[in-house]
C-alpha cells in the first residue's frame, strides 16, 4: 500500500521534470502513476493489513497504511478515474499548456487522496486531507490569469481550510480520548464516554460538510469547475468532493452511537440534495449544471452514510460507483462538446446528436444513469435510496422524490443540447471527438450500463467495503426488477414530477427567478470577506498609523505587562544575584554606560556607535562566561548591525526629532523602566525555573547523543533541529520571493494583466460568469 501512496508522487516529480520535454506524451508518464492504485484491487478479500512507514514513534508521527475495504475500494476508483484523466488530457489540453506543471499537480492531488483514504495514523489522515485542499487550490487555480479560475481557487482553499482546522481539533479530542493516534486502536468505549465525544463529533461534521460542500458550505464547488475539465471530471467525481462523504462513512463507526450523529447529517443531506438540484435546473452553462449536480448527488451520499445503518452503507457504497461512473463521464462528455462547438452555453447549442453520434451515446448513457433510469446502475441505486429512506421517515422519502425529480429534470436538459434542431456558433465546426478523447466517456459510461444489466458488478464491487462499513451480513441482492413495492412507486412518482417540471419549464423557470433571494451562499461569503477586509484596514490604521515613538511606547508597555504577569504567575524562585562572578560588574557597567551614553548622544550616527557598546559588552560576557562561539556570532552580528546603521542614517535626509512636553518625557521613562524592570524579573525567575535545568541536559548528551566535539554545534543542528530548519525556509522564501518580484518587473505588461472579479460571479441562481467561460483548451 505505501507503494500505492508514493507511486503518483514519484510520477509527480518525473512529469515535472521530463514535461518539457515530453510535451502532451506526459499524460501517459502520469497515467502510469495511477496503476499501483489499481493494483490494489487484488487486496480485495484478503486479510485486512497494515504497514507502517515510521518517522517520529515517540510522537506517534508515523504513516500507518491499512488496507479495509472501504480505503480500497475508494483507492481504486481515485486510480481508476485518475488514470482515465490523465488519457483524457493528452487529447484535451492546448499545445501551449505547461504540460509538467498540469500532470505533477493533478498527480499529487491524486497522491494525497489515495493517502487520505488508505491512512489510518489519525494526523497522517489530517496532512492528506489539507493536502487535497492545497493541491486542489492550484488545480483550480491553473489558469490563474482568469480573474474567475483565482475566486474559485481562493475560495476552495478558504473554505476547506476552515473545515480542515475542525478535523483538526477533532482528531486531536479523539486522540486524547481514545487513548491512541490509530483509528483501529481507538478504545470506542472511552471515545463515547468522554466528555470530548460531543465537541469531536460536531467538529468531525464541520469538517465534512466543508470538503464535501454541504449547505452552506457548498458555495466553492461550482466555482470550482474554472480547473480544467480532466480536472473537474477527476475532483466531483473521485476525490476531494466525496473526501467529507468518507469522513462521515468513516467516522460514523465511531459516532453512530450518538443519535446526534444521523439527526444533523440526514436532514441536512437532503436539503442539499433538493437545493443543489433546484439551483443545477436554473444553470445555462453545461459545466455550471453537473457542477451544482455534484453538491446535490453528494447530498444524497451524505444522508445515506449518516444513518450509518447496514441497509444505507450498502446502498450508499452502491450510489459511490454509479455516482463515480455517470458524473466523470459527463464531464468528459462536456469537455468534448467544448472543444468541438466552442461554447457551453445550453442556449446556443443543439441538434448536435447528427454530427457527434458516439458522444451523444455517451452522454445519454450517462445522463439517464444520473436520472435514476432503467436499465443502469443509477435506477438501482436510486430505488435502493427510496427503500433506505422508506425504512427512516415519510418526510425524509418525500424529500428525495422531489429533489430525484428535478435530477431527472436537469439530466434531460443537459441532453437538450444533442436533440432539437442544429443551433452552434458560426464559428464552430462541430465533429465527432477522436479516440483520445471519447476513450474515457465511452468506458465510464459503460460501466454505468454494466451496473444496470449485471447488477451483480455492482453489488459484488460494494461489497468490498461491507467489513469496514458493518454490513457484511445485510442479504439485500441488487436486481433490476424487486416487483412491485413501494420504492418503484416512489420511482414512478419521480418520473411524473420530473416530466412536469419539464413540460412547464418556462413557468418553472419564471418562478425560480421571482423567488431568487436578496442573500445566498455567495453575498453572505463576500460579504464575510469584505468586512474581514474593512477590519483589518481599520485596525491597521488605528495600530500602525501612530507615530513611531508612540508605537514603541505600546511595544514597551506590552513588553512590561507580559513580564510582570509572568513573573506573578509563576513561582517566586529568584536566581541569586550573589550568585554571579564579580568580574562580571566591569561588563555590566560598560553594557549600562552604552545605554546611557545614547540618551546623552546629541545626534543619531552617535547613537548608533554608542549603542553597539551594548553589544559588544554582551560578547565579552559571553566570552568571560566560557561561550567563545556565542561571543564571536555577537561580535560579528554586532559589527554588521551598527555598519547598516550607519549606511541607511547617513543615506537619510536630515530628520529632526519630534518634539516631546515635559510630562511625555517623564512618560517615556516610567515606560523604560517597568519595561526594563519587567523583563529583568522575567529572566531571573525564569533561570531556576528550569527543572532540570536545560544546560545540564545539553552538556551531558551533546557529546554523546549528538556526536559532536562543540555543545552549541549540537544543539543547533540536533537539539534544534527544527528551529534552524526554519530560520533555513524563511531566509529561502525570501530570497524565492526576491526573484519572482524581479521577474515580474522584467515581464511584459500584458502577462501581468489581472482582471478582477466580475460582481456576477457572487449570484448563487444566476449562470456563474456571464461571458460563459472562455473555452478552456485555448486559456
Given at each position: 500500500?505505501?507503494w500505492a501512496?508514493?507511486?503518483?508522487?514519484?510520477?509527480?516529480?518525473?512529469?515535472?521534470?521530463l514535461?518539457?520535454?515530453?510535451?502532451?506524451r506526459?499524460g501517459?508518464?502520469?497515467?502510469?502513476?495511477?496503476?499501483?492504485?489499481?493494483l490494489?484491487?487484488?487486496?480485495?478479500?484478503?486479510p485486512?493489513?497494515?504497514e507502517?512507514?515510521?518517522?517520529v514513534?515517540?510522537?506517534?508521527l508515523n504513516?500507518?497504511?491499512?488496507?479495509?475495504g472501504f480505503g480500497?475500494?475508494f483507492?481504486?476508483?481515485?486510480g481508476l478515474?485518475?488514470a482515465l484523466a490523465c488519457l483524457?488530457?493528452?487529447?484535451?489540453?492546448?499545445s501551449?499548456?505547461r504540460?509538467?506543471r498540469?500532470y505533477s499537480?493533478l498527480?499529487?492531488?491524486?497522491?494525497?487522496?489515495?493517502g487520505?483514504?488508505?491512512s489510518d495514523?489519525?494526523i497522517a489522515?489530517?496532512?492528506?486531507?489539507?493536502?487535497?485542499s492545497?493541491t486542489?487550490?492550484?488545480?483550480?487555480g491553473?489558469?490563474?490569469?482568469?480573474?474567475?479560475?483565482?475566486?474559485?481557487?481562493v475560495?476552495a482553499?478558504?473554505v476547506s481550510?476552515?473545515?480542515?482546522?475542525?478535523?483538526?481539533a477533532?482528531?486531536?479530542m479523539?486522540?486524547?480520548?481514545?487513548?491512541?493516534?490509530?483509528?483501529?486502536?481507538l478504545?470506542?468505549s472511552?471515545?463515547?464516554?468522554?466528555?470530548l465525544?460531543?465537541p469531536?463529533?460536531?467538529?468531525?461534521?464541520?469538517a465534512?460538510?466543508?470538503k464535501?460542500?454541504?449547505?452552506?458550505?457548498?458555495l466553492w464547488?461550482?466555482t470550482?469547475m474554472?480547473?480544467?475539465?480532466p480536472?473537474s471530471?477527476f475532483l466531483?467525481?473521485?476525490?476531494?468532493?466525496?473526501?467529507?462523504?468518507f469522513?462521515?462513512?468513516?467516522?460514523?463507526l465511531?459516532?453512530?452511537?450518538?443519535p446526534?450523529?444521523p439527526?444533523i447529517?440526514?436532514?441536512l443531506?437532503?436539503?442539499?440534495?433538493?437545493?443543489?438540484a433546484?439551483?443545477?435546473?436554473?444553470q445555462?452553462?453545461?459545466?455550471?449544471?453537473l457542477?451544482y449536480?455534484?453538491?446535490s448527488?453528494?447530498g444524497l451520499l451524505?444522508s445515506?452514510y449518516?444513518?450509518?445503518?447496514p441497509?444505507s452503507?450498502?446502498?450508499?457504497?452502491?450510489?459511490?460507483l454509479?455516482?463515480?461512473?455517470?458524473?466523470?463521464a459527463?464531464?468528459?462528455v462536456?469537455?468534448i462538446v467544448?472543444h468541438a462547438c466552442?461554447?457551453?452555453s445550453?442556449?446556443r447549442?443543439?441538434?448536435?446528436?447528427r454530427?457527434m453520434?458516439?458522444?451523444?451515446?455517451?452522454?445519454?448513457?450517462?445522463s439517464?444513469?444520473?436520472?435514476?433510469?432503467p436499465?443502469?446502475?443509477?435506477?438501482?441505486?436510486k430505488?435502493?435510496f427510496y427503500?433506505?429512506?422508506l425504512?427512516?421517515?415519510?418526510?425524509?422519502?418525500?424529500v428525495?422524490?422531489v429533489?430525484?425529480?428535478l435530477?431527472?429534470?436537469?439530466?434531460?436538459?443537459l441532453l437538450?443540447?444533442?436533440?432539437?434542431?442544429?443551433?452552434?456558433p458560426?464559428s464552430?465546426?462541430?465533429h465527432?471527438?477522436?479516440?483520445?478523447?471519447?476513450?474515457?466517456?465511452?468506458?465510464?459510461?459503460a460501466?454505468a450500463?454494466?451496473f444496470?444489466?449485471?447488477p451483480a458488478?455492482?453489488?459484488a464491487?460494494?461489497?468490498?467495503?461491507?467489513p469496514?462499513l458493518?454490513?457484511?451480513?445485510?442479504g439485500?441482492?441488487?436486481?433490476?426488477w424487486h416487483?412491485?413495492t413501494?420504492?418503484?412507486?416512489a420511482?414512478?412518482?419521480?418520473?411524473?414530477l420530473?416530466a412536469?417540471?419539464?413540460?412547464?419549464?418556462?413557468?418553472?423557470?419564471?418562478?425560480q427567478?421571482?423567488?431568487?433571494?436578496?442573500?445566498?451562499a455567495?453575498t453572505?461569503?463576500?460579504?464575510?470577506?469584505?468586512?474581514i477586509?474593512?477590519l483589518a484596514?481599520?485596525?491597521t490604521?488605528?495600530t500602525?498609523?501612530?507615530a513611531?515613538?508612540?508605537?514603541?511606547r505600546?511595544m514597551l508597555?506590552?513588553a512590561?505587562g507580559?513580564g510582570?504577569?509572568?513573573v506573578l504567575r509563576?513561582?517566586?524562585v529568584?536566581?541569586p544575584l550573589?550568585d554571579?562572578p564579580?568580574?562580571l560588574?566591569?561588563?555590566?557597567?560598560?553594557?549600562?554606560?552604552g545605554a546611557?551614553?545614547?540618551?546623552l548622544?546629541?545626534n543619531?550616527?552617535?547613537?548608533?556607535i554608542?549603542v553597539?557598546?551594548?553589544?559588544?559588552?554582551?560578547?565579552v560576557?559571553?566570552l568571560?562566561l566560557g561561550?567563545?562561539d556565542?561571543?564571536l556570532?555577537?561580535?560579528?552580528v554586532?559589527?554588521?548591525?551598527v555598519?547598516?546603521?550607519?549606511?541607511?542614517l547617513?543615506?537619510?535626509p536630515?530628520?529632526r526629532?519630534?518634539?516631546r512636553?515635559?510630562?511625555?518625557?517623564?512618560?517615556?521613562?516610567?515606560?523604560a523602566?517597568?519595561a526594563?524592570?519587567?523583563v529583568?524579573?522575567l529572566?531571573?525567575?525564569?533561570v531556576n525555573n528550569?527543572?532540570p535545568?536545560?544546560?545540564?541536559f545539553?552538556?551531558?548528551?551533546a557529546?554523546k547523543?549528538?556526536?559532536?566535539?562543540?555543545?552549541?554545534?549540537?544543539?543547533?543542528?540536533?537539539f534544534?533541529?527544527?528551529?534552524?530548519?526554519?530560520?533555513?525556509?524563511?531566509?529561502g522564501?525570501v530570497?524565492y520571493?526576491v526573484?519572482?518580484?524581479?521577474?515580474?518587473?522584467r515581464s511584459?505588461?500584458?502577462?501581468?494583466k489581472?482582471?478582477?472579479?466580475?460582481?456576477e460571479a457572487q449570484?448563487?441562481t444566476?449562470?456563474?460568469?456571464?461571458?460563459?467561460?472562455?473555452?478552456?483548451g485555448?486559456?
Amino acid at each position: 500500500m505505501l507503494w500505492a501512496v508514493f507511486t503518483p508522487v514519484l510520477a509527480a516529480l518525473l512529469c515535472a521534470w521530463l514535461g518539457p520535454r515530453l510535451g502532451r506524451r506526459t499524460g501517459y508518464l502520469a497515467a502510469l502513476g495511477f496503476v499501483p492504485a489499481l493494483l490494489l484491487a487484488l487486496s480485495w478479500g484478503q486479510p485486512i493489513r497494515s504497514e507502517t512507514l515510521n518517522w517520529v514513534p515517540a510522537l506517534g508521527l508515523n504513516l500507518t497504511l491499512r488496507g479495509d475495504g472501504f480505503g480500497l475500494l475508494f483507492a481504486v476508483i481515485i486510480g481508476l478515474i485518475g488514470a482515465l484523466a490523465c488519457l483524457y488530457s493528452v487529447a484535451y489540453l492546448s499545445s501551449d499548456e505547461r504540460f509538467g506543471r498540469f500532470y505533477s499537480y493533478l498527480l499529487a492531488f491524486g497522491g494525497s487522496m489515495l493517502g487520505l483514504v488508505l491512512s489510518d495514523n489519525l494526523i497522517a489522515l489530517f496532512g492528506f486531507w489539507e493536502l487535497t485542499s492545497i493541491t486542489s487550490f492550484l488545480l483550480i487555480g491553473l489558469w490563474h490569469t482568469r480573474s474567475a479560475a483565482r475566486d474559485g481557487a481562493v475560495k476552495a482553499l478558504l473554505v476547506s481550510v476552515f473545515g480542515g482546522l475542525a478535523l483538526l481539533a477533532s482528531v486531536a479530542m479523539l486522540i486524547v480520548a481514545g487513548g491512541s493516534v490509530n483509528f483501529s486502536e481507538l478504545d470506542l468505549s472511552a471515545v463515547r464516554a468522554s466528555p470530548l465525544f460531543t465537541p469531536a463529533l460536531l467538529l468531525a461534521l464541520l469538517a465534512a460538510f466543508t470538503k464535501s460542500a454541504q449547505l452552506p458550505f457548498h458555495l466553492w464547488l461550482p466555482t470550482a469547475m474554472e480547473a480544467p475539465t480532466p480536472v473537474s471530471a477527476f475532483l466531483h467525481s473521485a476525490t476531494m468532493v466525496k473526501a467529507g462523504v468518507f469522513l462521515v462513512a468513516k467516522f460514523g463507526l465511531i459516532f453512530a452511537a450518538s443519535p446526534l450523529w444521523p439527526a444533523i447529517i440526514v436532514p441536512l443531506g437532503l436539503a442539499t440534495l433538493f437545493w443543489g438540484a433546484y439551483l443545477a435546473l436554473m444553470q445555462t452553462d453545461l459545466k455550471a449544471l453537473l457542477a451544482y449536480s455534484t453538491v446535490s448527488q453528494l447530498g444524497l451520499l451524505m444522508s445515506l452514510y449518516g444513518l450509518a445503518t447496514p441497509e444505507s452503507n450498502f446502498s450508499a457504497s452502491v450510489h459511490l460507483l454509479n455516482h463515480a461512473a455517470f458524473k466523470a463521464a459527463l464531464f468528459f462528455v462536456v469537455g468534448i462538446v467544448d472543444h468541438a462547438c466552442g461554447t457551453r452555453s445550453l442556449l446556443r447549442l443543439g441538434g448536435l446528436r447528427r454530427m457527434m453520434p458516439l458522444t451523444f451515446v455517451a452522454a445519454l448513457i450517462a445522463s439517464f444513469s444520473m436520472a435514476g433510469l432503467p436499465p443502469l446502475g443509477g435506477f438501482i441505486s436510486k430505488e435502493l435510496f427510496y427503500e433506505t429512506m422508506l425504512h427512516t421517515h415519510w418526510g425524509f422519502l418525500a424529500v428525495a422524490v422531489v429533489g430525484s425529480a428535478l435530477t431527472l429534470a436537469y439530466s434531460f436538459r443537459l441532453l437538450s443540447v444533442f436533440v432539437g434542431r442544429e443551433r452552434f456558433p458560426s464559428s464552430a465546426h462541430p465533429h465527432e471527438a477522436g479516440v483520445g478523447l471519447l476513450l474515457s466517456p465511452a468506458l465510464l459510461a459503460a460501466a454505468a450500463l454494466l451496473f444496470g444489466l449485471y447488477p451483480a458488478s455492482a453489488e459484488a464491487l460494494a461489497r468490498v467495503a461491507a467489513p469496514a462499513l458493518g454490513f457484511a451480513s445485510y442479504g439485500e441482492h441488487l436486481s433490476l426488477w424487486h416487483g412491485f413495492t413501494l420504492a418503484l412507486l416512489a420511482t414512478v412518482v419521480t418520473w411524473g414530477l420530473g416530466a412536469l417540471v419539464l413540460w412547464q419549464r418556462r413557468r418553472v423557470t419564471a418562478w425560480q427567478e421571482s423567488l431568487e433571494p436578496r442573500w445566498n451562499a455567495n453575498t453572505a461569503y463576500y460579504g464575510l470577506l469584505g468586512g474581514i477586509d474593512r477590519l483589518a484596514t481599520n485596525l491597521t490604521t488605528y495600530t500602525q498609523g501612530l507615530a513611531l515613538p508612540d508605537q514603541l511606547r505600546i511595544m514597551l508597555l506590552a513588553a512590561a505587562g507580559l513580564g510582570g504577569w509572568a513573573v506573578l504567575r509563576a513561582p517566586q524562585v529568584w536566581h541569586p544575584l550573589t550568585d554571579l562572578p564579580l568580574y562580571l560588574l566591569p561588563i555590566a557597567a560598560l553594557i549600562v554606560a552604552g545605554a546611557t551614553g545614547v540618551l546623552l548622544s546629541g545626534n543619531r550616527l552617535t547613537a548608533v556607535i554608542v549603542v553597539g557598546l551594548t553589544g559588544f559588552g554582551s560578547a565579552v560576557a559571553f566570552l568571560a562566561l566560557g561561550a567563545p562561539d556565542l561571543a564571536l556570532t555577537q561580535v560579528l552580528v554586532e559589527t554588521v548591525t551598527v555598519i547598516l546603521f550607519l549606511l541607511v542614517l547617513r543615506a537619510l535626509p536630515g530628520i529632526r526629532d519630534l518634539p516631546r512636553t515635559r510630562g511625555r518625557r517623564w512618560l517615556d521613562v516610567g515606560l523604560a523602566a517597568l519595561a526594563g524592570s519587567g523583563v529583568t524579573a522575567l529572566v531571573l525567575t525564569g533561570v531556576n525555573n528550569l527543572k532540570p535545568s536545560l544546560s545540564d541536559f545539553y552538556i551531558q548528551n551533546a557529546y554523546k547523543g549528538g556526536g559532536g566535539k562543540n555543545v552549541v554545534n549540537v544543539i543547533l543542528v540536533d537539539f534544534r533541529g527544527w528551529d534552524t530548519l526554519g530560520e533555513v525556509l524563511v531566509v529561502g522564501m525570501v530570497a524565492y520571493a526576491v526573484v519572482a518580484l524581479v521577474r515580474l518587473g522584467r515581464s511584459q505588461p500584458d502577462q501581468l494583466k489581472l482582471e478582477p472579479v466580475e460582481p456576477e460571479a457572487q449570484s448563487e441562481t444566476a449562470p456563474l460568469q456571464k461571458a460563459q467561460f472562455e473555452q478552456e483548451g485555448q486559456a
